[in-house]
């Protein structure tokens, strides 16, 4: 008989969990038993929001605070998890930033940041966590990409650049983890529902989805799913994997 709490006695680590899709993943993994590390980089009040919701429903959480574009600041941080929890058994590289611009008039600044936080920040998160993890012989790692990466889009060249980067990443460390029982994919989101898509003027909104064959914009609730999956025992012989939930926009 299946448990009802399949991540019972996990810890997981979900960066950028205070908002949007982050707070939804990291709701879903408390759902599913998990001891929920909500990491945040400015609104600690947005990440005490999720956890305040976790315990509630009677999950265990708990936030820190760090900028995932620092090396230095992501060891700190998961020390400060290792020292209180002894374990690490689950990543999710989800914080992510995008600043759109045509690029000739995209300031070096702007590309320089989208690359440090989308794709040099799961690399210093991933191999925080793999240190524990190699050790263990066990450990899931889930990098949220983008449809983006896979397809391009004007305006959006560095936002692209990162989170096709943030897919090689992921081939890559998958066959260097495999032999220890270490597994890493990818889901790569297509239009989701959010703060951010809600700014969209109903023209654009319109237009775009006449490109999705589903007719609608993704919710949260569809890519959480997706990412838990990564993490239950029944993904355990899957690696290196890139799971898109765009609704058909890419194929």
Not at 119 to 131: D, E, H, M, T, V
Not at 139 to 144: E, K, L, Q, T
Not at 165 to 175: N, P, Q
Not at 215 to 229: I, M, N, P, T
Request: charged share 20%; aromatic share 6%.
């Amino acid at each position: 008989m299946c448990c009802a709490k399949p991540l019972n006695e996990q810890v997981a680590i979900v960066t950028g969990g205070g908002r949007g899709i982050g707070r939804g993943i990291c709701l879903k993994l408390a759902e599913l038993g998990a001891t929920v590390i909500v990491n945040y980089s400015r609104s600690q009040s947005a990440a005490d929001e999720v956890i305040q919701q976790i315990t509630t429903a009677g999950g265990k959480a708990m936030a820190i605070g760090f900028d995932v574009a620092s090396p230095d600041q992501v060891d700190e941080g998961f020390k400060k998890v290792m020292d209180e929890f002894k374990r690490i058994d689950i990543l999710v590289n989800n914080a992510g930033i995008a600043i759109d611009s045509l690029a000739m008039r995209m300031k070096t600044e702007d590309w320089q940041k989208q690359i440090e936080v989308n794709l040099s920040g799961p690399f210093y998160c991933s191999r925080a966590a793999i240190k524990t993890m190699i050790k263990a012989r066990y450990g899931r790692i889930v990098n949220i990409s983008s449809v983006i990466g896979e397809m391009g889009n004007a305006g959006q060249s560095a936002y692209a650049s990162s989170k096709a980067g943030l897919i090689g990443m992921t081939k890559s460390l998958a066959k260097e983890l495999a032999s220890r029982g270490v597994t890493v994919n990818a889901v790569t989101p297509g239009f989701i529902a959010t703060e951010m898509t809600a700014t969209m003027t109903e023209d654009n909104k319109n237009k775009l989805l006449e490109q999705i064959p589903l007719a609608r914009l993704g919710e949260v609730s569809d890519l959480v799913e997706a990412v838990a999956f990564f993490t239950l025992p029944g993904a355990g012989y899957m690696t290196g994997q890139i799971l898109g939930v765009n609704g058909g926009l890419h194929m």
